[in-house]
């Protein structure tokens, strides 16, 4: 699962969060691994969250993942959709 952590310094003291992920197969972060949070120009509170799929039998095969971010509650929470534009932001 992902984790998630929030601070007021990049020094920390660091509260962690629960896992940011929510929808079908949250708890493995819908397959991939966290790589970057993209802010989406013109849209406060809007981000694209970006993850790698590897696929070990076959790494030529390796996918990304980029869902729509909305910062909800003090938390982070990408929701897994088969599709959508930066217009759904």
Do not use: H
């Amino acid at each position: 699962a992902a984790r998630s952590a929030v601070a007021k310094n990049i020094a920390g003291p660091w509260m962690e969060l629960k896992n940011p992920c929510v929808g079908p197969k949250a708890g493995i972060t819908f397959g991939g691994q966290s790589t970057f949070i993209l802010p989406v120009q013109g849209k406060p509170g809007k981000f694209i969250f970006m993850a790698d799929i590897w696929r070990p039998k076959n790494a030529i095969d390796g996918r990304y993942l980029w869902l729509a971010l909305e910062w909800g509650g003090g938390q982070n929470i990408p929701e897994q959709s088969a599709e959508w534009t930066l217009d759904d932001l």
